[in-house]
């Protein structure tokens, strides 16, 4: 079945460094890609919505120069956390529209804990 | 704005007892609905999902969920839960283009299956 990697499934950094993580889709082609944050206890929060070869459009509360996404190509989204901070801290978890041979659906990456320090 | 309530956090059931989750959803159209599960250390995978049609609508896995407009509710069922059942349930909204385009997500019910 369809597959979406993510990685890396879990990323310690110090306050004030920048972490990518990327989000591929294995076996399909994604003009769009979602990326979500989960906090603890809380439901998953779209952060933003990624389209290939176009500028992401970021939710209401998300700041576009710290969340940096790149989909430059079909097959690949990534998120970068700009001068991470310790309230940054969460756990981010990407997902990739399908269409074509295996119908629209989404698929989910298993997503990166990220703890800032 | 479209929102998704999951009133039980964490349910605990018997193995081989019925299972049912709650979802009651908000949204203005009529709604494009999901229902996913995630293991630890997975992503989400999904188990069923309701565009239109039969409002009864069977998944993956034995579980099945039923559309009740009048209610506002898209409850999960399985008639026998097992121990692989274990995992976090999250009720989902969709909008736009097959209902993909924004998923707007529950707060999540996590199912612990006792022996």
């Known amino acids: 079945g369809a597959v979406v990697s993510q990685h890396p499934s879990r990323v310690i950094c110090k306050s004030g460094t920048s972490v990518k993580i990327e989000c591929r889709s294995l076996?399909?082609?994604?003009?769009?890609m979602f990326w979500y944050r989960q906090f603890p206890k809380q439901s998953l929060m779209l952060m933003a919505t990624s389209n290939e070869g176009s500028k992401a459009t970021y939710e209401q509360g998300v700041e576009k120069d710290k969340f940096l996404i790149n989909h430059a190509s079909l097959t690949l989204s990534t998120l970068t956390v700009t001068s991470a901070h310790p309230e940054d801290s969460s756990f981010y978890i990407c997902?990739?529209?399908?269409?074509?041979?295996?119908?629209?659906?989404?698929?989910f990456g298993s997503g990166t804990q990220l703890s800032v320090l | 704005a479209q929102s998704v309530t999951q009133p039980d956090i964490h349910i605990t059931v018997s193995e081989g007892a019925s299972l049912e989750l709650r979802c009651n959803y908000s949204y203005g159209a009529t709604p494009y609905l999901f229902w996913y599960v995630q293991s630890p250390g997975q992503g989400l995978q999904l188990l069923l999902k309701y565009f239109s049609g039969d409002t009864l609508v069977q998944g993956i896995k034995g579980f099945e969920a039923e559309f009740k407009r009048s209610q506002s509710s898209f409850n999960l069922r399985k008639p026998s839960v097992h121990w692989s059942d274990a995992a976090e349930y999250f009720c989902?909204?969709?909008?736009?283009?097959?209902?993909?385009?924004?998923?707007?997500f529950g707060i999540g019910t996590k199912l612990q299956v006792i022996p």
């Open positions: 076996d399909f082609q994604a003009t769009t």
């Open positions: 997902s990739a529209n399908s269409q074509g041979r295996l119908g629209e659906k989404l698929f």
């Open positions: 989902a909204v969709g909008e736009g283009s097959g209902g993909y385009q924004k998923v707007t």
